[in-house]
């Protein structure tokens, strides 16, 4: 082997072992937070978003900071939607469950703010360290006023 094509296979493999860290974080995010994400408007003025974790990070639904198997209260509310519904003959998709949830004006984390309030300012409804400074009652004006829970209806898929 020549030393220039020793330089090349070596820079080849040097590209196939970094491959992994070259990859963009937007191909690492699951479904349901691409999916979650736009429909709870959290995407709104980040063109940018998918490429931005701390859009939807994973302390929404799990204890973890990176995710895994350890559910917050929010979470483990969402897998109950399912269950619950799944029970009754309803098989719902993701942005289908996480809006019966937020409809359903109930308070995961027991902050004194509906997990919808929680997420129509932006704080995680599943931690009850993380809640609104605004007044439950001035929130929920402003909730109300923004068209309420129906803002979180599953999105359109384009035709």
């Known amino acids: 082997m ?4 020793r330089v090349a296979a070596g820079v080849l493999g040097a590209l196939v072992l970094a491959a992994p ?20 408007h959290l995407t709104e003025g980040n063109a940018l978003w998918a490429l931005d974790r701390r ?15 350890a559910w917050n209260p929010f ?8 269950a619950t519904e799944a029970a009754a003959g309803r098989h719902l998709t993701f942005p289908q469950a996480l809006h019966t ?4 004006g109930t308070d995961a984390d027991e902050d004194r703010y509906a997990d919808a309030l929680e ?11 993380s809640k609104p400074e605004t007044p439950v009652d001035e929130l929920t004006t402003a909730f109300e006023k923004a068209g309420g829970v129906t803002q979180y209806q599953p999105l359109k898929k384009p035709k």
């Open 75 to 82: 979470g483990q509310a969402l897998q109950q939607t399912f």
């Open 2 to 5: 020549t030393p220039s094509l």
């Open 21 to 40: 860290a070259l990859v963009s974080p937007a191909l690492a995010l699951p479904k349901y937070r691409t999916q979650a994400a736009p429909q709870l």
């Open 101 to 104: 949830l937020l409809a359903a």
């Open 119 to 129: 997420v129509f300012a932006k704080t995680l409804p599943g931690d009850p360290d």
């Open 55 to 69: 859009v939807m990070p994973c302390t929404y639904c799990h204890v973890d900071p990176t995710g895994g198997p």
